[in-house]
Structures are given as C-alpha cells and as structure tokens.
C-alpha cells in the first residue's frame, strides 16, 4: 500500500472546520483512501473513505484532489469530542498478503479548543 | 449493543505467565484481525482470520496463537509473557469486500501490563 504523508499536529477553534491535509503521491490507481481517527482510550474508529470522488456522510468531507496524490478530510463544525489522532490510510483490495492490513502512520493529532 | 467487544479490557500480570485475550463481534462479519499499540503510539497488525482461516501473520513470535472458533470470534493466546509485550491489543473486525475494501471496525482494547 502507497505511504501517506500527515502533519504532525493541528488545532482547530471549536465550531469551525477542521481541514486535515494528507498527502500520498505514490497510490495506485487501484488505492482507496480511508480515515480513522483515534479518541483517546480508545479504538480506531472509521470515519470516510473514497477512491476518486468527492465523498460526504455524517462525519465529514472527504476532497480528493484530482491527480490523487493527496486529500482533505473536512470536520465542517468541530466540537471538543473531535480532538483525536486522525489517520489517513490508503488500502488497496488486492488478495495476498495485503488483504485487509490497515497500516497506520503516525497521524495527525487535532486539538479542538473552546 | 458492543459491536466489537474485547475481555479483558486491563490485564496486569507477571513475566513467565500465560493468557488469553477474547474478542467476539456481533456484525456479521467474516474477517476478524489483531493490532498491537506499543508505548510510541504505533498500531500495527499483527493476525488476520478470514472465515476461521489465518490470511495474515505479520512476523509475530510463535508465543501469540491466535484462535477462530467460529467467524464471530478470535481470541489471543500469549506463552511465557515478556516486559515487551506490554501494550494495548485491538480486535477489529470487517466483511471481505469483493470490490471495495471494507471498514474495519475496532474494539476498545485490552490494556496488557507486564510486572
């Protein structure tokens, strides 16, 4: 799977966006991009994926840029329950050995403040 | 309503020991998973069982068997403990996506503690 590149560390104001940038100029053109994040103490928890398209559900945004080679997930109106370790992820569903490893980076840690 | 549920959620015990950890999802799922936080924060995969069949062994020592009685279960059996396993184990779990790859869905963890 391609490597993805995040920064380190964000803060976001409460109530506004949070636009979290990753970068993952090496995907293929069978890569998904995925999003977890991590709330502390517990699990990963899955938030959006896409492969080309813009994607929107009840969590966030998902912008793909069109060469791929990187992404934004958008949080539209972050709340203090958003602060977390943000993953970005690329998967591909090809079978061997990479069937279904996630392999997580470091991530972003966001910090929403009041 | 626990999709994902792991047991014990802490477990402290001394070096040499044996134990299990259990995890069971109630999702439907045919693909069940083991990940490892160490102390840096770092999670990686460690097993992977599709329909009771181990698909993925990422390197781990020959202390950590996995088992899959069933498709909604995969537990974690560990020999002779060390102070290096001490860590947060996660289960997950996902259906096989035949075109998309599928979420995995996490649990909550078990925090192993190593004396």
């Known amino acids: 799977d391609a490597k993805t590149t995040q920064p380190p560390s964000m803060d976001c104001a409460e109530g506004r966006a949070a636009n979290l940038p990753c970068n993952h100029s090496?995907?293929?053109?069978?890569?998904?991009v995925y999003w977890y994040r991590q709330i502390h103490s517990q699990g990963p928890q899955y938030i959006i994926h896409g492969l080309k398209n813009n994607e929107t559900n009840e969590m966030a945004s998902l912008i793909i840029t069109e060469d791929r080679k990187s992404s934004t997930l958008i949080l539209p109106h972050a709340t203090l329950r958003d602060t977390a370790v943000y993953y970005c992820i690329v998967r591909s569903n090809a079978g061997g050995t990479s069937y279904g490893k996630l392999t997580f980076g470091q991530g972003t840690i966001l910090t929403v403040h009041p | 309503d626990t999709a994902v549920s792991q047991t014990p959620k802490y477990l402290v015990t001394q070096m040499g020991n044996d134990k299990s950890i259990k995890c069971e999802q109630n999702?439907?799922?045919?693909?069940m998973y083991w990940y490892k936080q160490d102390s840096k924060k770092f999670l990686k995969i460690m097993f992977s069982?599709?329909?009771?069949?181990?698909?993925i062994n990422e390197t781990v020592p020959n202390r950590f068997s996995p088992k899959s009685p069933d498709k909604a279960h995969l537990n974690l059996h560990i020999n002779s403990l060390e102070l290096g396993d001490s860590a947060v184990y996660f289960c997950?779990?996902?259906?096989?996506?035949?075109?998309?790859?599928?979420?995995?869905?996490f649990g909550d963890g078990t925090r192993l503690s190593i004396l």
């Open positions: 090496t995907i293929s053109g069978n890569e998904y």
């Open positions: 997950a779990s996902s259906s096989s996506g035949t075109v998309v790859p599928q979420p995995q869905h």
């Open positions: 069982y599709n329909n009771k069949e181990l698909i």
């Open positions: 999702l439907g799922h045919d693909t």
